[in-house]
């Protein structure tokens, strides 16, 4: 009988494996739209950003024909990238003036909001400028610690610490691993970031092509893995852990990476959903979120492409 770590070894040496885990198309938006970033509520409905809209949507999959619907429109933006619930049901935003073919937004329209979903009644409020940014992208809770988010600067490669209670804004980790390097822009330096359960902060970094993960203090940068193998040179995009401590990347133009922590500290790479060099099933996969309706929607990872596209994909089932 072959034994896990047998299975992950065969993994690590033959490098490029595809174990194709179950999708099922939640929604294909009719016009398209470039889907950016979700977060799942507690609900269990989702709400979605758009770069290409000033809107944060919400859409229930648990209905027949799901659709997009308003929840609140952004005043001084056009577009919205990183969401991420600081405390419970309340989110943070990034609203901005993008310009989605130059990959960047308008210096000094950067604001960070929060929208509190818990009276029912959405409350929005603008709580942090970044005037310096020209792409503040991804962003990530801070756990224990339910007044901060971190914010990921694509363009300056930094990743800062956003005060959710005071407006107070600070550089956390900057350098050259999180920078796009060149030609910037439109190339993107650090685009998804997460703090994980052992208090690292994981990133990527979509021009450099690479997953990695630093101390929170600053230090040294550990690259987990790089698109090399897949025959790409860049396009990690967003991600989201599972509760087993694995990584899903998504990554342009067409696939979902898994990232699984071997015991002897290194990680094997392998792609769950797709191709990297393309696919239909997913076709330009910007973030992922874990559902949280019950034992079984837990184990459901919700993938937003930019073709409109809301993918559901079965990580508990075998690939
Ligand atoms: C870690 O373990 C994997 C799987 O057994 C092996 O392929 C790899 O070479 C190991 N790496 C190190 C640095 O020991
Ligand atoms: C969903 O859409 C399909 C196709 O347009 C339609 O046949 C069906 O009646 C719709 N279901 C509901 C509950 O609206
Ligand atoms: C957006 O960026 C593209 C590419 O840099 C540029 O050609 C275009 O004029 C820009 N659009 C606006 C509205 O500034």
């Known amino acids: 009988m072959m034994r896990a770590t047998d299975f992950l070894f065969l993994l690590a040496l033959t490098g490029c494996v595809v174990a194709t885990f179950p999708t099922q198309l939640v929604y294909q938006s009719p016009t398209g739209v470039f889907l950016e970033n979700i977060a799942v509520r507690p609900s269990s409905k989702f709400l979605i950003t758009s770069t290409q809209s000033p809107t944060l949507f919400t859409l229930d999959p648990g209905a027949a024909n799901a659709t997009l619907d308003e929840i609140y429109t952004f005043p001084n ?100 691993a999180l920078a796009a390097g060149a030609p910037a822009p439109p190339a993107l330096g650090i685009n998804g970031l997460h703090i994980e359960r052992d208090g690292l902060l994981y990133f990527t970094n979509s021009q450099q092509g690479t997953f990695a993960r630093v101390p929170l203090s600053g230090g040294e940068v550990e690259v987990l893995g790089d698109l090399e ?53 997913i076709n330009g996969p910007t973030a992922a979120a874990f559902g949280r309706d019950g034992a079984r929607e837990t184990k459901i990872l919700y993938v937003t492409t930019v073709a409109g596209q809301i993918v559901a994909v079965d990580t508990g089932a075998k690939a």
């Open 77 to 176: 933006s056009n577009g919205l990238t990183g969401i991420v619930e600081y405390r419970p049901d309340v989110y943070a935003v990034v609203a901005s003036v993008l310009n989605v073919t130059a990959a960047s937004a308008t210096r000094g329209s950067v604001v960070i909001w929060s929208v509190d979903l818990t009276s029912g009644v959405p409350i929005a409020k603008p709580v942090a400028r970044i005037p310096q940014s020209t792409l503040t992208n991804g962003l990530s809770s801070v756990p224990g610690h339910p007044d901060l988010v971190l914010a990921a600067d694509s363009d300056l490669g930094a990743a800062y610490e956003v005060n959710m209670r005071t407006g107070a804004v600070r550089v956390k980790v900057h350098g050259p």
């Open 229 to 281: 193998p897949f025959g790409l040179t860049n396009g990690y995009d967003d991600f989201a852990f599972d509760s087993e401590g694995r990584a899903w990347v998504t990554v342009h133009p067409g696939a979902l990476q898994l990232f699984t922590p071997l015991a002897n500290g290194t990680w094997v790479q392998q792609t769950a959903v797709g191709d990297p060099a393309g696919s239909t099933v």
